[in-house]
Nanobody, 114 residues
Framework: QVQLVESGGGLVQPGGSLRLSCVAS????????MSWYRQAPGKEREMIAF????????SYVDSVKDRFTISRDNAKNTVYLQMNSLKSEDTAVYYC???????WGQGTQVTVSS
């Protein structure tokens, strides 16, 4: 069965950085593109970053472009999200998902506040 386990969230001051990790199991990770999503309080869940199966194609939503970097290690079945220059509006629960696989993890909370 598919499992996705996100970690690395926490409380950080504006301008700070965090690195999120997501370990996947139950499917052939290296065959799938992976995305990071986030859901802020009172808002819909949105996809913010995507990486292709081999890592050669990346895309970002405009609000995180040039601040966040998605990467993956197929040997470790892990996808990462490096988040720099964090803003209060980045506060949300962050999830990873393979867009074509119907499974969600529990998410990891990121709170940006002074």
């Amino acid at each position: 069965q598919v499992q996705l386990v996100e970690s690395g969230g926490g409380l950080v001051q504006p301008g700070g950085s965090l690195r999120l990790s997501c370990v996947a199991s139950g499917f052939t990770f290296s065959n799938y593109g992976m995305s990071w999503y986030r859901q802020a309080p009172g808002k819909e869940r949105e996809m913010i970053a995507f990486i292709s199966s081999g890592g050669g194609r990346l895309s970002y939503v405009d609000s995180v472009k040039d601040r966040f970097t998605i990467s993956r290690d197929n040997a470790k079945n892990t996808v990462y999200l490096q988040m720099n220059s964090l803003k209060s509006e980045d506060t949300a629960v962050y999830y990873c998902k393979a867009p074509s696989v119907e499974a969600w993890g529990q998410g990891t909370q990121v709170t940006v506040s002074s």
